[in-house]
């Protein structure tokens, strides 16, 4: 019988796994709460493939500890494959896939939501309310349809945020190195990033990290938006000169910030502080500002999300072990 063994399974992801191993009465499926490291690769043994998902690297010794099984089929649920040891992955003769979507929308969502907030004045709104001060002025907000929101990349989540941006009423502005021909044909397209920084009220940035997005976001740039702008950062911290970001707000050029990934978010983010030295200050400092809404790289994190990243990395894994073609093949390089 074919058996799939799965690591770091979480309690939110066990019923989409028993769901899937239900209609996979072939499939004898396995899990452990515990990461795929070289002392717990033992216990996939006997298994035909491995469903993970983890921060930690996957190192030689970790791979090699499992290729020794006789185990060479990895499905991540996730979509980043930057912590996988690519020579030995391929020295062993892995075959690996990943879920590159999974659900735009939960990440979309997410940002359409805390530039509502942020717009709104919420989380300053809430501080009033829960002290007992109850009244309107000087909280304002300032309504969706009056803002032109500029995106940063119309891939899978930037288009969704577009829709739902213009569903309250916005008007979307949008710039890409690739356009999308239906956009393109809608007339959302501005020339340069230029014309984003200089017409967009809300700045919306949804590009991976590379050489050319690395720290777009500066004090040069800044210094061409608009005064009061908004910037939302759902994407990957690295997008981001963080300090260039709190002189910003410090000096009013920003009217709020929302983050959901920070360049330093490994080790910090996804952990409990509750009684412990929080580790980085300068966090601390933007998590106590009150127009600036820091969430702990949640915007994935959706019912939704979690059992498309469970069901298509089974769904993949059993695809290689069966040797046929998986949905999401990874390049072993
Ligand atoms: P995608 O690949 O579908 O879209 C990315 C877009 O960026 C593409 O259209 C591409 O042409 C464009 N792009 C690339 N380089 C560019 C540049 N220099 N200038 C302008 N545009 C450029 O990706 P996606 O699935 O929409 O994901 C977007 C971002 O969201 C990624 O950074 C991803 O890491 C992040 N993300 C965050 C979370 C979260 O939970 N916060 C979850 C998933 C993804």
């Known amino acids: 019988?074919?058996?799939?063994?799965?690591?770091?399974?979480?309690?939110?992801?066990?019923?989409?796994?028993?769901?899937?191993?239900?209609?996979?009465?072939?499939?004898?499926?396995?899990?452990?709460?515990?990461?795929?490291?070289?002392?717990?690769?033992?216990?996939a043994a006997g298994a035909d493939g491995v469903v993970v998902y983890q921060q930690l690297d996957y190192t030689p010794e970790?791979?090699?500890?499992?290729?020794?099984?006789?185990?060479?089929?990895?499905?991540?649920?996730?979509?980043?494959?930057?912590?996988?040891d690519m020579a030995t992955a391929k020295a062993r003769g892995f075959e690996i896939t990943n879920v590159p979507v999974y659900s735009p929308n939960a990440i979309a969502e997410h940002a359409a939501i805390q530039t509502a907030r942020i717009l709104r004045q919420t989380k300053v709104l809430d501080a009033k309310i829960a002290a007992g001060d109850l009244r309107w002025a000087p909280t304002i907000g300032r309504e969706v349809r009056d803002q032109t929101i500029g995106v940063v990349g119309t891939g899978h989540i930037g288009q969704v945020y577009m829709q739902i941006m213009e569903g309250f009423g916005a008007k979307v502005i949008a710039y890409d190195v690739f356009h999308d021909p239906k956009l393109e044909a809608a007339g959302y397209y501005v020339d340069s990033l230029d014309d984003i920084y200089r017409q967009a009220d809300v700045i919306s940035l949804h590009v991976p990290a590379l050489e050319s997005t690395i720290k777009m976001i500066n004090d040069?740039?800044?210094?061409?938006?608009?005064?009061?702008?908004?910037?939302?950062?759902?994407?990957r911290g690295a997008l981001v000169d963080t300090d260039a970001v709190i002189r910003a707000l410090d000096s009013g050029k920003l009217f709020g910030f929302v983050m959901d990934t920070?360049?330093?978010?490994?080790?910090?983010?996804?952990?409990?502080?509750?009684?412990?030295?929080?580790?980085?200050?300068?966090?601390?400092?933007?998590?106590?500002?009150?127009?600036?809404?820091?969430?702990?790289?949640?915007?994935?994190?959706?019912?939704?999300?979690?059992?498309?990243?469970?069901?298509?990395?089974?769904?993949?894994?059993?695809?290689?072990?069966?040797?046929?073609?998986?949905?999401?093949?990874?390049?072993?390089?």
Do not use: C
């Open 1 to 43: 019988m074919t058996k799939i063994f799965a690591y770091s399974i979480r309690k939110d992801e066990e019923p989409y796994l028993k769901e899937w191993a239900k209609s996979h009465p072939e499939v004898e499926v396995d899990y452990t709460a515990d990461l795929l490291t070289p002392d717990t690769a033992a216990k």
């Open 62 to 84: 970790t791979l090699n500890a499992l290729a020794d099984q006789g185990i060479t089929k990895m499905s991540l649920r996730n979509v980043g494959v930057d912590n996988i």
């Open 220 to 235: 040069e740039t800044i210094a061409k938006m608009k005064d009061d702008a908004v910037l939302v950062n759902v994407s």
């Open 262 to 333: 920070y360049e330093n978010e490994v080790g910090i983010f996804n952990e409990d502080w509750r009684g412990k030295e929080f580790p980085d200050a300068r966090l601390k400092d933007l998590i106590d500002r009150p127009n600036v809404l820091v969430t702990p790289h949640t915007a994935f994190y959706t019912t939704h999300a979690v059992r498309n990243m469970v069901v298509l990395a089974f769904d993949n894994n059993l695809a290689l072990v069966n040797g046929e073609q998986p949905a999401s093949p990874v390049e072993v390089k």
